[in-house]
């Protein structure tokens, strides 16, 4: 089973490698975040039209992605967490209380940018009925965005409460749709249509084996950026870019690279929250390999987390008692092994921009908008004319 889902995903579609591009590392069983022992995932997925009040139509390409950390029978327990922002011209709710205390006990939601709000509440809510005790304090959830206004109706409030519901009660221990799926059901990458995108990699420390996987919503890069192991192919590749060329948006055009990227780093390998954060900051190198500078326009922000070291960060129940608290334990790599977990981030984090390209398919949204996919067979001619 290896094999055939590091080539293709569920339901049949190519990934990178099945389109015969390769990686450094060696990834898990299911090359994907879901790799990581206990960590769940689920998805939404929106593809409709509404009906506006004029009678016109417009259309509905959104959904949400869901992470448990965890898993679903083990959601709120804390797991240490850290943050790297690349570009804050995004958003990423509980992340003060992640870069204040290091960690966080809620599940990962990312949406699209609009629709913050309406996740936001509807996470909180799902919590509230499934442990009343944990939601009887305070809770930040945490949630992330990137703007598919260009094919989504983004001001129609269509991410609700059941497809929250929905993402979060059916999330998977297995391997992952990409693509146009789940919250990245309406975004474009380097000018192509984009989405989610997920590898893995295995890391051996202290005769133990890890795992290091990345999801990634994609949304950024203009297309002449985007290169395969320093090749510029997106400017060689002949598949229009409407997005970049047209005035659709107020009257101008789009800026080049406009969009954004949220990535979620999870391993079971006990590191520390500033460690965490290291690893979030190496997702902006992976993102570099596949040729993005980093726009103005894009809003890059990533979070690490861990979910080693299992009851140690505590709990949201405070003791009152002094005398009844006490000492709390943790394992963590040492700081001189910690290269291996950088290059796992580097090379999934690279290996999922591209899976979330290849696994898709032309879509026509708002507006009549459309993003053509990636061409797979431009793509391999080119590859095999430059070797």
Request: charged content about 15%; some cysteine; hydrophobic content about 35%.
């Amino acid at each position: 089973m290896t094999d055939s889902v590091w080539l293709t995903t569920p339901s049949g579609k190519l990934r990178a490698r099945g389109l015969g591009l390769s990686f450094e590392g060696t990834p898990g069983p299911f090359n994907a975040i879901t790799d990581v022992p206990g960590l769940s995932v689920g998805v939404a997925t929106l593809i409709d039209s509404v009906e506006r009040h004029d009678g016109t139509e417009s259309a509905i390409r959104t959904g949400v992605t869901v992470i448990l950390p965890r898993g679903f029978d083990d959601f709120g327990n804390w797991y240490a967490a850290g943050i790297h922002s690349q570009n804050g011209n995004g958003e990423l709710t509980g992340s003060h209380l992640i870069q204040e205390i290091g960690c966080s006990n809620t599940p990962i939601s990312i949406t699209n940018t609009h629709a913050v709000g309406s996740v936001h509440r509807a996470a909180l809510d799902w919590i509230v009925q499934r442990s009343p005790r944990m939601a009887s304090q305070w809770l930040l959830p945490v949630v992330g965005e990137t703007w598919d206004g260009y094919l989504n109706d983004i001001n129609g409030d269509h991410v609700r409460k059941e497809h929250v519901f929905r993402a979060l009660d059916e999330a998977d221990r297995a391997p992952l749709e990409e693509g146009s799926v789940g919250g990245g059901t309406g975004m474009n990458c380097y000018g192509f249509k984009g989405g989610n995108g997920t590898a893995s990699r295995q890391v051996s420390f202290g005769g133990t084996t890890y795992t290091v996987g990345v999801l990634l919503q994609t949304n950024f890069g203009s297309r002449h950026e985007l290169s395969y192991r320093g090749l510029p192919v997106g400017a060689a590749l002949s598949t229009p870019c409407p997005m970049e060329q047209s005035d659709w948006l107020g009257g101008t055009a789009v800026p080049a690279g406009s969009g954004s990227c949220i990535a979620v780093v999870a391993t079971d390998a006990p590191l520390l929250s500033d460690q965490l954060r290291a690893l979030a900051r190496r997702v902006t190198m992976g993102l570099a390999r596949t040729g993005t500078t980093g726009s103005h326009f894009s809003g890059d922000v990533f979070l690490a987390l861990s979910t080693a070291n299992d009851g140690a960060l505590g709990s949201s129940f405070p003791v009152t008692s002094p005398e009844a608290t006490n000492l709390s334990t943790v394992a963590f790599v040492p700081w001189g092994y910690i290269n291996p977990f950088y290059d796992a981030v580097v090379q999934a984090t690279e290996e999922a921009v591209w899976n979330s390209l290849t696994a898709n398919d032309t879509m026509t949204g708002r507006d009549g908008h459309t993003s053509f996919a990636l061409p797979h067979v431009e793509l391999r001619q080119l590859l095999g004319a430059a070797h």
